[in-house]
């Protein structure tokens, strides 16, 4: 499996930005998904974004794109996501996650096998 650590949580005011980091080690499958899935309290976890580790095709949720940008650091093998325009519907524990291509679709978080601990990012109104 993938070892995932996540980094960059914290807090901040509606209308400001953070960069949330996924340090990934150990990674057995020559191509998959590298992604973000959020849960707040008292509701289910749900897909933010993604990027396919071969080709870095990003896949998005329609609410979160043009406000949150993913992207891969191919000499860390990390990859980030950073959030603008954040609003305090935002708020929610991040989880990085990754899976093989052949799990499921992307959306998906049966699709991915391997999760971090999670990074809380609070956005106040």
């Known amino acids: 499996q993938v070892q995932l650590v996540e980094s960059g949580g914290g807090s901040v005011q509606a209308g400001g930005s953070l960069r949330l980091s996924c340090a990934t080690s150990g990674r057995p499958f020559s191509d998959g998904r590298v992604g973000w899935f959020r849960q707040a309290p008292g509701k289910q976890r749900e897909f933010v974004a993604a990027?396919?580790?071969?080709?870095?095709?990003?896949y998005y949720t329609a609410s979160e794109k043009g406000r949150f940008t993913i992207s891969k650091d191919n000499a860390k093998t990390s990859i980030h996501l950073e959030m603008n325009s954040l609003k305090p519907e935002d708020t929610a524990a991040y989880y990085c996650?990754?899976?093989?291509?052949?799990?499921?679709?992307?959306?998906?978080?049966?699709?991915?096998?391997?999760w971090g601990q999670g990074t809380q990012v609070t956005v106040s109104s």
């Open positions: 996650a990754a899976g093989p291509m052949d799990r499921g679709e992307y959306f998906q978080s049966r699709s991915y096998d391997s």
């Open positions: 990027v396919r580790w071969s080709d870095d095709t990003t």
